[in-house]
């Protein structure tokens, strides 16, 4: 039978999600605790493979399992788990559902704030500069007509493509944070740090529209921004074809 996972991680403890050797990551973490519960091993299959010190409100992933599936290992594995992993749900699946192939489009939010918050270290970045938000919107509504981010994308990875197809590009002020939400159906390595330190270079008035046009289509990684620190950076949403597939999840992102 095969299970999903809903989940949260916070990953200041953890170098990513994919399980990597001698590290601590989320994948690795996860699997250790579903092999001891369950006494068979269990392999694990994410949504995407965020970075060191990367967060995620939001996080599918599947396993397959011989020994069924009760209602309390939800309970257990939380009980379990150390306390910056949470386990949402955990529910059966068809047996072609895939965590990482099958999800139609995820949701990234970068906070920044210009204040310093003892309650939300570690949870966001600090700037030094006050952004002009206008002038970073209209330079985020520019992403969406382009596909090919060959410019914000990490140097010397497997991808057979740098095309994305963005949906979604916007800041917004948060309480005393300003949050920069993107949705797209995939994103590159490194992408969206670099897009959100090129956005307030925008907003510090270090480039303009035109110049936000030139770096994206040169289609190289050395004019765009500076990659921000990953503390600032959530997976806070990912969608499946719920519907097409006949599953109802208790919960979604």
């Not at 992933?61 to 309970?75: G, I, P, T």
């Not at 310093?116 to 992403?143: C, T």
Request: aromatic fraction near 12%.
């Amino acid at each position: 039978m095969r299970y999903a996972i809903h989940l949260a991680y916070n990953g200041a403890n953890y170098c990513g999600w994919q399980t990597q050797p001698n590290l601590p990551t989320v994948q690795l973490t996860l699997e250790q605790a579903l092999t001891t519960l369950l006494r068979i091993p269990i392999a694990i299959v994410g949504c995407g493979r965020t970075d060191t010190g990367v967060h995620a409100s939001c996080f599918f992933a599947h396993f397959d399992s011989d020994v069924a599936v009760d209602d309390n290992l939800v309970f257990k594995l939380n009980s379990f788990l150390p306390p910056d992993i949470a386990i949402f749900d955990i529910f059966p699946v068809v047996d072609n559902f895939h965590a990482r192939f099958l999800a139609t489009s995820r949701t990234y939010q970068y906070h920044v704030s210009t204040k310093r918050l003892p309650f939300a270290q570690g949870l966001y970045n600090r700037i030094y500069f006050s952004p002009d938000i206008d002038a970073m919107n209209e330079a985020a509504k520019v992403l969406m007509e382009y596909d090919d981010f060959t410019s914000f994308a990490k140097l010397h990875t497997d991808n057979k493509t740098n095309i994305c197809h963005i949906s979604e590009a916007h800041w917004d002020t948060v309480g005393k944070q300003l949050v920069f939400t993107i949705s797209a159906n995939r994103f590159l390595r490194n992408m969206v740090r670099s897009v959100t330190g090129t956005l307030l270079d925008v907003g510090r008035g270090k480039l303009d529209i035109a110049g936000l046009r030139s770096i994206i289509e040169a289609k190289n990684r050395c004019v765009a921004g500076v990659s921000m620190p990953a503390q600032g950076l959530f997976l806070t949403k990912v969608e499946y074809p719920w519907d097409k597939l006949k599953i109802s999840p208790s919960k979604e992102c």
